[in-house]
């Protein structure tokens, strides 16, 4: 779900100077990466694994070391860059538990036509015990090459990654198998800060990041929600789920027109999280009847969302991810580093706002976010879930800022999701069973396809959240028992 081959976002509260920043650890696509070069080899979209798919740099490593130095002049960071690094150490070189969410997803992987990670030798010699079978959960699994990658980092700096043998080995094991990536498209790698969007929410005001994250669609739906009194809406109703789905699709066809990396297009940003856009848009909800959305969506993601908010009041909320389970199955011999396979997540249609072009950021699902009062953080949430991610941003605001719940409440709420599955023909609300069979006819009646899924399903993505009691100073996590994840104080 997430290693140093992949992307990392960033959201920061600096509660002594009071301001939100926002930093973007994502890479771009290499300088060899181009529409035609994979039309040219008979390819129509851009593939989900092996060397070709494993066409953008991981941004994750340094990003992390411009975080580092944010917290040493703005947040009286105190531990050496040297140290930071010192238990994923051990846990590589030592063995690490293997959790039921990593059998599970190594199982499904390995025996899937479409998706088997046995045909990389790499991610079967490590991945695999010597029985070429999955490491059972409970069982200690080793990555000694990733020990070795990461002592390289936290001796030498985060550019040893991008400039050192750690980037050699990477560069040499592509070029040897077809692959895009050059020594330049890693060594010019560099993480930007950005300032974060922000739109009110009810008494409060929710940030997240600007393209090329969704983080604007988590928002667009906020800014549609914020239109609606709630309370007199009961939570878990048709009614709540309508609009939320309703305002959901409004969302994606507003990002699906215009999202991309801003350096290739202009995004009227403004426009788009408007007053003005959310009231016209919000207008558009029927609440007795659906509208079709006709854009496939893939709602698939695998991601690691955390947040922390310190005595201080800082806070952080951060997202990193490889895209799919297990990335585009590349580890290149000897470095243990998992390379992501967010680039295809690109189109090859050349009219697409999105479509592949060297050097170019592809539209990100990844998208961290904090709510504030004039005091301070309020909310500190996440999740995973690709497309997923803004909907069950959607329902983790509203069960906690409109109706009262606490963060592990709300995670453990009945959720659903909009979208299809992979393979499928139509987009359908999925939705737990836990919902009562009243809701789910009411839905069908307005017209939106459902899809009764199993309780607690990790389809749902694994939500987590801190919430902080604004009188008493007392902070509230809550993690989803659909992951491996827990909320923890110390």
Not at 80 to 105: E, M, N, R
Not at 115 to 142: A, C, D, H, V, W
Request: aromatic share 10%; proline share 4%.
């Amino acid at each position: 779900m997430n290693g140093i081959g992949g992307d990392g976002f960033w959201l920061i509260h600096d509660a002594k100077h009071k301001r939100i920043s926002g930093l973007n650890a994502s890479g771009r696509a290499g300088e060899r990466a181009s529409i035609s070069f994979y039309r040219d080899q008979g390819y129509t979209k851009v593939p989900t694994r092996g060397y070709l798919a494993a066409n953008t740099v991981p941004g994750v490593v340094d990003g992390w070391e411009k975080i580092y130095h944010y917290s040493q002049r703005y947040l009286s960071g105190t531990f050496a860059w040297s140290t930071l690094l010192k238990s994923a150490i051990t846990y590589a070189k030592d063995g690490f538990p293997v959790t039921p969410s990593q059998y599970h997803w190594t199982v499904n992987n390995i025996y899937n036509d479409q998706t088997n990670l046995q045909n990389y030798e790499e991610f079967k010699r490590i991945f695999l015990n010597n029985n070429n079978q999955p490491f059972q959960y409970g069982e200690l699994m080793t990555i000694r090459d990733l020990a070795c990658t990461l002592e390289e980092i936290a001796e030498k700096g985060a550019r040893s990654f991008y400039e050192g043998v750690i980037t050699k080995a990477i560069i040499d094991d592509l070029k040897n198998n077809g692959g895009l990536l050059t020594v330049d498209d890693f060594s010019t790698h560099q993480s930007e800060w950005m300032e974060p969007l922000s739109v009110p929410y009810r008494d409060y005001t929710a940030y997240n990041l600007p393209p090329n994250t969704q983080g604007m669609t988590s928002l667009a739906i906020l800014n549609m929600l914020n239109q609606f009194d709630l309370h007199h809406i009961e939570e878990g109703s048709a009614d709540y789920l309508h609009v939320i789905v309703e305002a959901t699709k409004l969302a994606f066809r507003d990002r699906d027109q215009w999202l991309t990396d801003p350096l290739f297009s202009d995004i009227p940003i403004k426009d788009l999280l408007s007053v003005n856009r959310a009231q016209e848009l919000a207008k558009q909800i029927q609440m007795d009847t659906s509208f079709n959305y006709e854009k496939l969506l893939d709602p698939k993601g695998d991601t690691v969302w955390f947040g922390v908010v310190d005595q201080a009041g800082n806070a952080v909320s951060c997202i990193q991810s490889i895209y799919h389970d297990f990335g585009s199955g590349i580890i290149s011999k000897g470095t243990g580093v998992l390379l992501q396979n967010r680039g295809s997540f690109f189109s090859l249609e050349p009219e697409h706002v999105n479509k592949l072009e060297p050097r170019k950021r592809t539209l990100h699902t990844l998208n961290p976010a904090i709510i504030v009062d004039e005091t301070g953080p309020v909310l500190i949430y996440g999740t995973m879930g690709g497309e997923g991610q803004p909907q069950t941003q959607a329902a983790l605001v509203t069960r906690m800022i409109d109706y009262g719940m606490t963060p592990q409440e709300a995670i453990e709420a009945p959720r659903w999701l909009y979208g299809r599955t992979w393979g499928t023909e139509s987009n359908n609300i999925k939705i737990e069973s836990r919902f009562s069979k009243q809701v789910i006819n009411e839905l069908k009646r307005r017209g939106h396809p459902t899809e009764i899924v199993a309780p607690f399903t990790d389809i749902m993505g694994h939500a987590g959240a801190i919430l902080i009691d604004r009188e008493t100073g007392m902070k509230h996590g809550g993690a989803d028992p659909r992951g491996d994840g827990m909320a923890i104080g110390f």
